[in-house]
């Protein structure tokens, strides 16, 4: 969602800005502003749209002097994209500048405190209250200004702000929304992603909660929620600036994609070591996996479909019952969880509000916590009792694809791991699983190199105004994620059902000509998702398959078009073939001429609620 860059030191403020707001485009946004003293004055410009618009306001930074700025890319909350709505937000007196993620939930009272006051307000945004309000507190220290205000604010955010008669201060502060400081040869950086500063340094130090920061010429100094001065440990970031860019593709999606057998082998190999599933980053005793009653996994979109996968294949490994809850209801469905149940929370970002909330509910109601996080240090992966990383890297495009994958894989880890210590898989079996699961890059590299076919096939769909995806077990797990991927890059109306449940209501949108997908994979349900294809082609509708090696000769009689995928055991099916489901979607929306890093609406994590 919304992206924050700081900068002050020895350098023009402004491009170092715009190239560190470029680099947090992918998490989504709908306008752009910096805000930069020029020894004077604050000189706020702002822009709805693009960073490009932004940017070409200021002849890419050189029309705006000073070496001490904040910038902003806002994905609109309270208040539609609008010049005005954009960040910096300014108090009345012009004095205060803030940036701001996150969402300040009592604005509306603080508003009616700051209006009764005389304050003018200029926004319909949340943000607005927090400028005027360390405006109200202001006698000349920007910190302890600040400190007051956040002591009246209800809500979530990290906060980038800045005086306009202290030329060489920016002051940041967090509560539930990321933010980290850095320091450079040129100059010190606050930012609320890593990749924004990844030019200048790797060597970062991730705020918590209650921490404030203030940047100066000299450094930056960190104070705890009583404004007490603390040390915090550095941390280095040991990814490179170019897993950051395109390095020759022409979009992330494709290129993450492309890097799938990569991170799914990073991901599997170090954790599998003479024979043995190695999880040596948990610690979850073997008395507490056999007195579990029962597992949750909670997640959002794409990481939700993981755990639709999990909960398959757990259940069949352990004899476990599992349930899979949408982060968003969880929260509110007055969860049965206890001190045996193992909550596992899925996200790529680790920022994702909805999940967070779940996760604290859950260790409310006394659950353990185990997540799957790929970024590291997020606030998910801080919370959590145990954390399993998916090294999968940076994800810049808004469609997940390669953190999906590393999500599967680990959870492939988990469930043979579970089912080892309860022995309800015998050792051959284990074998076997251990096995096969090292074969899946091998096979995913093998199924990118067929890419030509699929995008073959998108060229004969791209213009179907809907696509159904239909699949059993496995199988509708992934025609959930496949139709998902289809929709948010292409804006085709897409939806998935269980193949067995069209009959009961959505068959009667099937008419001559309408394309199903019909994921047929799963070996042990391939003839009742045949009958289910044969029901659609009744109605005329266009079949397009995917199937494996085995299943190719029967799918084959009754499909107008097929995709192949390798055998593998059934456990690791959806890891082979999302992959089709990946290409076919990105395919379409590259013949249709869609934003495809950059999807309307979208945003790479979604850190409100
Ligand atoms: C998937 O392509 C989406 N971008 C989205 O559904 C995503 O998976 C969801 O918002 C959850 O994000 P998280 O994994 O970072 O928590």
Not at 326 to 352: H, M, W
Not at 431 to 457: A, C, W
């Amino acid at each position: 969602m919304c992206g924050i860059v700081g900068y002050i030191g020895s350098e023009q403020a402004a491009p170092i800005l715009l190239e560190g707001l470029k680099m947090l485009e992918y998490r989504g946004y709908d306008s752009a502003g910096v805000s930069v003293h020029d020894g004077c004055r604050l000189n706020v410009i702002k822009a709805k749209g693009r960073l490009q618009a932004l940017s070409d306001m200021i002849d890419g930074g050189k029309a705006v002097c000073g070496a001490c700025g904040i910038g902003h890319t806002r994905w609109a909350t309270h208040g539609k994209p609008s010049d005005e709505n954009s960040h910096p937000q300014v108090s009345n007196s012009g004095n205060i500048a803030v940036v701001h993620n996150g969402i300040i939930e009592n604005y509306l009272q603080l508003k009616d405190f700051l209006s009764s006051r005389g304050v003018k307000f200029h926004s319909e945004t949340d943000t607005e209250v927090v400028a005027q309000l360390v405006d109200y507190y202001y006698e000349g220290d920007l910190l302890k200004a600040v400190h007051k205000a956040i002591d009246r604010i209800e809500g979530s955010y990290a906060l980038g702000i800045m005086a306009a008669d202290q030329p060489d201060k920016i002051v940041g502060v967090r509560k539930d929304s990321p933010l980290i400081v850095a320091c450079s040869e040129n100059g010190n950086f606050l930012a609320s992603d890593v990749t924004a500063v990844l030019k200048h340094t790797r060597d970062v130090i991730y705020l918590d909660d209650g921490n404030y920061a203030v940047l100066s010429l000299k450094g930056v100094e960190i104070y705890d929620s009583f404004l007490r001065p603390i040390d915090k440990k550095i941390s280095h970031v040991d990814w490179d600036i170019s897993s950051a860019e395109k390095g020759g593709y022409e979009h992330f999606m494709f290129k993450e994609i492309m890097e799938q057998p990569e991170v799914i082998r990073k991901t599997i190999a170090p954790r599998i070591r003479n024979k043995k599933i190695v999880l040596d980053e948990i610690n979850l005793s073997s008395d507490f996996i056999k007195s579990l009653s029962k597992i949750y996994i909670v997640a959002c979109g794409s990481s939700y479909h993981v755990g639709m996968v999990a909960k398959y294949n757990i259940e069949k490994l352990t004899r476990k019952p599992v349930e899979v809850a949408l982060a968003s209801e969880f929260r509110y469905c007055s969860p049965i969880v206890d001190n045996k149940t193992l909550v596992v929370c899925i996200s790529q970002s680790g920022t994702t509000a909805d999940t967070i909330a779940a996760l604290r509910e859950a260790k409310r109601l006394g659950g353990r916590v185990l997540s799957i996080v790929n970024v590291v240090g997020s606030t998910i992966a801080k919370e959590s009792d145990d954390v399993i990383y998916t090294w999968a890297g940076p994800e810049i495009a808004v469609a997940t694809t390669k953190a999906y994958s590393t999500q599967l894989a680990v959870t492939y880890l988990l469930g043979i791991y579970l089912a080892d210590c309860l022995g309800t898989i015998d050792k051959d079996e284990y074998e076997r699983f251990l096995n096969e699961i090292m074969t899946i890059p091998d096979k995913v590299e093998s199924i990118l190199k067929g890419k030509g076919h699929i995008q073959y096939l998108a060229s004969l769909y791209f213009n179907n105004q809907d696509i159904f995806f239909i699949g059993r077990n496995i199988d509708y797990a992934l025609s959930l994620e496949g139709s998902l991927k289809l929709k948010e890059i292409s804006y085709i109306h897409s939806e998935a059902y269980a193949a067995g449940e069209l009959k009961h209501g959505t068959i009667s949108l099937v008419e001559d000509g309408t394309l199903v997908i019909a994921v047929a994979t799963y070996q042990k349900l391939l003839e009742k998702t045949i009958s289910n294809i044969v029901e659609v082609k009744a109605r005329d509708a266009q079949v397009l398959s995917l199937t494996t090696e085995s299943g190719k000769p029967l799918v084959g009689q009754v499909s107008d078009n097929m995709i192949v995928i390798p055998d593998i055991d059934e456990l690791f099916l959806p890891s082979l073939a999302v992959v089709p489901l990946q290409l076919f979607a990105y395919y379409v929306a590259l013949m249709r001429g869609c934003d495809i890093d950059k999807p309307r609406n979208l945003a790479k994590s979604v850190t409100v609620e």
